[in-house]
């Protein structure tokens, strides 16, 4: 099972690396750009493959996604910076709360 579950994550890195969504904002928002593009053609092939009739119109289009892959690695950064920035102050004050927790109990 680790193997096979080794091998798929593996591969979905791969293919992920190969679209351009581990690269800058730019090729994440091209690769988007090119799945919303590539979606419909591909559920058509394949619901015909499968044996489905899928006449034009019968199909609901694809939601339009408004996402902005740098916009969100943004906020991504900013968070994570953000979090960074008052974790000594908050290990200071979990220290604290523990000592006095601490000496609670040993009262």
Known sequence: RFLIKGSLAGAAVYVAYDQGLLGSGTQGAE??????????????????????????????PAPKIDFSPSDSWNKGVQTVMSALSVAPARACEYTAEGWKYVKDLVK
């Open 31 to 60: 690769a988007l750009r090119k799945a919303q593009s590539a979606l419909p053609p591909a559920i058509h092939e394949w619901t015909s493959y499968i044996g489905w009739e899928v006449r034009t119109g019968q199909l609901p």
